[in-house]
């Protein structure tokens, strides 16, 4: 089957609209921050999927439909079993070109990135999944350029599935406090500047895991093209933490696991192919006392 780029274009996908081995996907979810700190406000974004959409897209909830509904954590992994049975009841499965996308990261926020869309893809690459594809700029775009819409629900076959779980590309907490003391593993923290020195009031323990290197997900799009800016400018700022070291691993973390596989995603469209997402990311980190925060730079 032929290999689709990791990253469309909005034009890229409307010349392919009804190519019967396209699935396209909804994965927006709205997050707004507090004002006043602590953790956001996160609503499905399926009433938006249903006031109009990107022609036979389906969508789908990563927070209630693919999180683990026994974690404490939001956005956690769940079960393999879980995963791939609403992933195959919704038609997705073996032999299909899967885009993805969203409706931008934060309400109210204009930092450019898809990271509900890098998410659902990272956990479908994850199990095993090939072949998936997240669209640049994503609705915000396709809108923008006057693009096709739809209010007709999308819908695929139920299908099967048979590929294989990577465990490689998730890291665990201890993953993480192993890499603190290891040379050949960079972190990355992919938050702001102020959270990453501990300045905001988003978790209730401040700072960034030691020895991790601050990367803000928001700087690898132009918030006004919507675009992903090009592989000599993203180059530069993951060369400075030594990330795209092709003897190093890498792992990425967040609040959540979100912004994480956006970073990871940029890291796998300049080659870096040994990169992990800290799955439980601040949330389960601050939550654990006995593990350590540093606020300096």
């Known amino acids: 089957m032929e290999q689709i780029p990791l990253i469309v274009t909005t034009q890229w996908l409307e010349q ?4 019967p ?11 707004e921050l507090s004002e006043k700190g602590g953790p956001p406000a996160v609503w499905s974004g ?18 209630k439909d693919l999180s683990d509904p026994q974690s404490a954590l ?19 499965g073996d032999d299909m070109h899967i885009v993805i996308y969203d409706q931008g990261a934060l309400v109210g926020n204009p930092v450019t990135a898809s990271y509900w869309a890098s998410r659902l893809a990272w956990q479908m690459h994850y199990e095993g999944f090939e072949n998936i594809a997240i ?3 994503g609705l915000p775009k ?12 999308g819908s695929y076959a139920q299908t099967s599935f048979t590929g294989q779980r990577r465990s490689e590309l998730l890291a665990t907490k201890e993953d993480v406090k192993r890499a603190m003391d290891d040379d050949n593993t960079i972190l990355i923290n992919s938050l702001s500047s102020e959270d990453y020195r501990g ?4 978790y209730v323990r401040k700072g960034h895991i030691p020895s991790s290197h601050n990367v803000f997900f928001g700087i690898h799009a132009d918030q006004q093209s919507n675009e992903v800016h090009d592989d000599d400018v993203l180059r530069q700022q993951f060369e400075k933490v030594d990330a795209l070291n092709p003897t190093k691993k890498v792992i990425t973390y967040c609040g959540g696991g979100l912004a994480a596989t956006w970073t990871a995603l940029m890291l796998n469209k300049l080659g870096q192919k040994n990169v992990a997402v800290y799955d439980g990311s601040l949330n389960e980190w601050v939550s654990d006392p ?8």
């Not at 392919?16 to 190519?19: H, S």
């Not at 939001?74 to 997705?92: A, C, E, N, Q, W």
């Not at 300045?199 to 988003?202: D, I, L, R, V």
């Open 21 to 31: 081995k396209l699935c396209i996907i909804d994965a927006t979810v709205f997050m």
């Open 135 to 137: 669209l640049e700029g």
């Open 199 to 202: 300045e905001s009031g988003a």
């Open 46 to 63: 399926k009433a938006s999927y249903e006031e109009g959409h990107i022609a036979g897209a389906i969508h789908i909830d990563v927070l």
């Open 290 to 297: 006995t593990c350590p925060l540093v606020t300096e730079s």
């Open 74 to 92: 939001p956005f956690t992994v769940p079960s393999r079993d879980y995963f791939i049975h609403k992933m195959t009841l919704l038609g997705i």
């Open 142 to 153: 396709w809108k923008k350029e006057n693009r096709p819409l739809s209010i007709v629900p």
């Open 16 to 19: 392919r609209l009804g190519d």
